[in-house]
């Protein structure tokens, strides 16, 4: 059987890429990938990277995606104390930390990232006068997607440990949101690299997104903690299978529902705008089970200002490296 490194792409036209050996990450993305494309070259981002999206719709998707942040840091801390009860590290000092102690750094770090974020959001909502709604949200605020990811947190977090491979379920559903944000803004942040002028204080949002928000979430440093995370889930799968193929299809029995499941919400989080040249939908606050938004408007806000510099990761540095303020890799 071929050996493929964990996390890359068999590209050989004799393999098929949702069976890569053990590659559970390759796997995933190949399944409903015409779905993956939809989610991350969204008309949404592309009015982001063009710089025409209103203060208003900005506004309803940042305070969604804030409290979208809550059920992330709550699987966070729910895999932690899951491998923190199961696991005891047999690895001797010198030696490399094992696949779980690798994984509790990673999470810790993602911890005070994940706080970092929802005051990078207040931030930038201050600076920009982007009028955010209190948080938390009430349930006629919360987007579709919100309550889908709510949903699939809850789900994760109920689910009865496994005694193989135990934080899987976790795992996955943390890498796949990372990736999928990830590859999301790096497009975005394709199309922003197109764009002429780069004149921020003529969008619509004063350069929130283009200036602030895309370069946060499509840096090198966000690359490399989402990575990071792959080699930890590929190798760790790729250990525990160790060439059985019955283990193999219990791994991808796990992990396919969460995935759909996942690009599923994140396609309904995008809030609906047209794209290319077209006016964009009326911003609302709410989607019904067609994904469709309700008239429901927030109330746009005062002049933009000239904003800062300051970035960030969405949700952690990585342990080898770590950032300054301004989002650049440092030693």
Do not use: C
């Not at 690009?263 to 911003?283: K, R």
């Amino acid at each position: 059987m071929p050996h493929h490194h964990p996390g890359t792409w068999a590209s050989k036209s004799d393999i098929d890429p949702t069976n890569v050996p053990w590659a559970i990450t390759t796997h995933l993305l190949a399944v409903n990938h015409e779905q993956l494309l939809r989610v991350t070259r969204h008309p949404f981002l592309e009015r982001a990277a063009k710089g025409t999206l209103p203060k208003p719709l900005i506004a309803q998707w940042l305070a969604n995606d804030r409290q979208y942040l809550q059920g992330y840091l709550a699987t966070i801390n729910n895999t932690l104390n899951l491998i923190r009860s199961t696991h005891k590290s047999k690895t001797a000092p010198s030696d490399e930390p094992d696949i779980p102690t690798r994984f509790i750094a990673w999470l810790e770090s993602a911890i005070k990232n994940g706080d970092r974020e929802l005051r990078f959001f207040q931030e930038v909502a201050e600076i920009y006068k982007i009028d955010l709604p209190p948080s938390p949200l009430q349930e006629n605020i919360k987007s579709e997607g919100l309550r889908r990811y709510e949903a699939l947190f809850a789900s994760v977090a109920s689910q009865q440990p496994n005694t193989f491979i135990p934080w899987l379920e976790g795992a996955i559903l943390l890498w796949s949101t990372e990736k999928v944000y990830y590859e999301a803004w790096s497009w975005a942040r394709r199309q922003d690299a197109q764009s002429s002028p780069r004149n921020y204080e003529n969008d619509q949002d004063g350069g929130a997104m283009r200036r602030e928000f895309i370069p946060n979430w499509s840096n090198r440093d966000f690359l490399m903690f989402v990575e990071q995370l792959e080699r930890i889930v590929n190798e760790g799968v790729s250990d525990a299978v160790d060439r059985d193929d019955g283990r193999w299809a219990d791994v991808k029995d796990r992990a396919d529902p969460i995935w759909r499941a996942l690009l599923d919400a994140e396609e309904a989080f995008w809030p609906d705008v047209l794209g290319g040249e077209g006016s964009l939908i009326e911003p609302g606050v709410r989607r019904g089970v067609d994904g469709k938004m309700d008239a429901t408007t927030l109330r746009s806000t005062g002049e933009d200002e000239i904003l800062n510099e300051k970035q960030g990761v969405r949700s952690g540095d990585i342990t080898t490296l770590h950032s300054n303020d301004y989002g650049q890799v440092v030693n």
